[in-house]
């Protein structure tokens, strides 16, 4: 497997230093490369090959829509719009989430780097956000009200992030995942 990854700035200026370079410095300076976070050039080149991947699959499928790539939050995204895309979302994005482990997985592959791409399609994770942030806060409030935990229905590891950061802004609750995938839950309760 070839590397077809651009070069960060420190290979860069790696490639350009002398090579009376010692072997100890190299070595250094590739273990503090390793512990830094992917730049954002590598996040944009995951995000770039998981579009091109996803074309490929809408051209296979036949669905025409608008892919854009780009870097957000630290991660690559791929977003696709356009009309007649609910089925590749769907019922509750059970289809989007497989779509988007094939897509990392096409990533991993020209890559060899796991990525952490956020797949989108039809603008569902981002109306599923606006609507889950509304379920943590009706649990936020039962949880203050009655002082009881409240238990929510099962959910996928997107829509159980997006409810613990709504729920981790608020102050007096908590929240943590219960249970095994597929039926895996998130329960509010008082902090202690």
């Known amino acids: 497997m070839t590397d077809t990854s651009i070069p960060s700035a420190d290979q860069s200026l790696e490639e350009e230093a002398p090579a009376a370079a010692t072997a100890e410095t190299e070595g250094a300076a590739t273990e503090v490369r390793e512990k830094k976070a992917p730049a954002d050039s590598d996040l944009f080149r995951q995000s770039e090959i998981a579009a091109d991947y996803v074309e490929g699959l809408l051209d296979i499928l036949d669905y025409d829509g608008d892919i854009d790539e780009l870097v957000s939050g630290g991660r690559p995204v791929v977003?696709?719009?356009?009309?007649?895309?609910?089925n590749l979302v769907g019922q509750r994005g059970a289809t989007l989430e497989a779509l988007q482990e094939l897509t990392r997985l096409a990533v991993f592959r020209q890559t060899g780097t796991p990525s952490r791409l956020l797949l989108d399609v039809g603008g569902y994770r981002a109306a599923r956000r606006k609507e889950l942030a509304a379920v943590a806060k009706n649990a936020v409030e039962k949880v203050k009200e009655h002082g009881e935990p409240v238990r929510l229905e099962p959910m996928s590891a997107f829509e159980r992030k997006c409810v613990h950061d709504v729920v981790n802004a608020m102050s007096g609750v908590e929240s943590e995942s219960e249970g095994v995938e597929p039926n895996r839950r998130i329960v509010v309760?008082?902090?202690d």
């Open 189 to 191: 309760r008082p902090a």
């Open 79 to 86: 977003e696709v719009v356009g009309g007649r895309l609910q």
